[in-house]
Every structure is written in structure tokens, then in C-alpha cells.
């Protein structure tokens, strides 16, 4: 496409930005990193209630 500069948007706030950047600014780039941070923990939380619960189901099999 004629006079289109190559580009991508940042994944934070839509802005054009180089095509070998991710975010457009270091307030964006936090954002980004807080929101990586949150669902990290979130994923964590979730295995740890996963293996909770199925420490609870197989319980009564051990117990005599």
C-alpha cells in the first residue's frame, strides 16, 4: 500500500509506534508490566486453588 509507513500500535494505548517497538512510552511500558505482573498472580492463585481442590477430593481415599 503506497504511503503507508510501515508501523505498529502500542499494545497499552493504540499509538503508532516503530514496527520493532512494543509500547510507545515508559508510562505505557509500566502499565504493561503491572498488567503482566497481575495476571501472572492471577495464573499462580488459580493453579494453587487447582491443586487444593484436588487435594480435597483424593483426601478421603487416604485416610483409613
Not at 502500542?10 to 495476571?39: F, T, Y
Request: proline residues 6%.
Amino acid at each position: 500500500m503506497p504511503g503507508i509507513v510501515p508501523h505498529r500500535h502500542c499494545v497499552v494505548c493504540g499509538k503508532a509506534i516503530e514496527p520493532d517497538q512494543q509500547v510507545c512510552s515508559s508510562e505505557c511500558e509500566e502499565i504493561l508490566n503491572k498488567e503482566r505482573k497481575k495476571q501472572r498472580n492471577f495464573m499462580i492463585l488459580m493453579f494453587a486453588i487447582l491443586i487444593l481442590l484436588l487435594l480435597m477430593m483424593w483426601l478421603p481415599y487416604f485416610q483409613h
